[in-house]
């Protein structure tokens, strides 16, 4: 199995996971045209695509998935919460296929197995995922306001971990937003900061990783540096080993 993302932060996230021949995309949240275009810059193909999961209906995560289901005949798992808020923004197209997740059981799309799990966060029935293809497991966990017991469960013993650093907690306070946002960041249904993401990372198993990689930052209120100090914190390494996604590139072709 192999992994890359097209982009990650507040204007755009889609992650990739590809294994035999079977390509899904976690979240769309870019443009048709610009989705088409960062696939090929991975030497992918729209057509190759077999699925796009969507996590939650925020437009950063779902804005692109059903026109580009629509243009390359690609079925669209989400759950039932995501899917009647999307039909409430009048985002879902007729004519899409559509599977709906049950976010506490796995399911399979060819090789691919996709562990679904609940995360709180301000929309109607979010999930994140463990991506495995039988040998390695790739961790997702993105726009999550505080974690439990049951999500570190899940990324226990993974291979990978893409994991959210949205924001420095004194940028944030500190920074231009207005009162009512930094409180929706902050609170328990909002993001992770560096330091929870680090408590996080330093709380679960992490004797199989192999890549770690910081996602989601805000461009207002987090800085790269700070976001990679408090994830090498975590694992004890330099933090040179610390790979990060942007909004402009994602991240290139990682391995398992």
Request: a negative charge.
């Amino acid at each position: 199995m192999r992994f890359a993302s097209l982009a990650s932060g507040s204007s755009g996230n889609c992650l990739v996971a590809e294994a035999d021949g079977t390509v899904l995309l976690v979240d769309c949240g870019l443009a048709l045209t610009e989705t088409e275009r960062r696939l090929q810059r991975l030497g992918l193909q729209p057509a190759q695509v077999s699925g796009i999961l969507i996590t939650h209906e925020h437009g950063d995560h779902a804005c692109g998935a059903f026109e580009f289901a629509a243009a390359h005949r690609v079925t669209v798992y989400l759950t039932h919460g995501t899917l009647a808020a999307l039909k409430a923004e009048g985002k879902v197209l007729d004519g899409v296929p559509l599977c709906i997740v049950n976010g506490r059981q796995a399911f399979f799309i060819d090789g691919l197995q996709l562990v679904p799990f609940t995360v709180p966060h301000d929309a109607r029935e979010p999930i994140q995922y463990v991506v495995s293809d039988g040998a390695a497991k790739l961790g997702v966990l993105t726009d999550i306001g505080m974690s439990t017991p049951h999500v570190e469960r899940m990324l226990g013993g993974l291979d990978a971990l893409v994991l959210e650093c949205n924001y420095d907690a004194d940028l944030l306070w500190n920074g231009g937003y207005p009162r009512w946002l930094k409180e929706r960041i902050a609170g328990p249904f909002g993001h992770l900061d560096n330091r929870e993401s680090e408590r996080i990372l330093a709380a679960v198993d992490r004797s199989k990783l192999k890549h770690i990689i910081g996602a989601h930052l805000s461009q207002a209120n987090n800085r790269p540096e700070l976001a990679r100090a408090a994830l090498a914190r975590a694992l004890g390494c330099a933090e040179s080993w610390i790979s990060l996604a942007t909004q402009a590139e994602g991240f290139g072709w990682r391995q398992l």
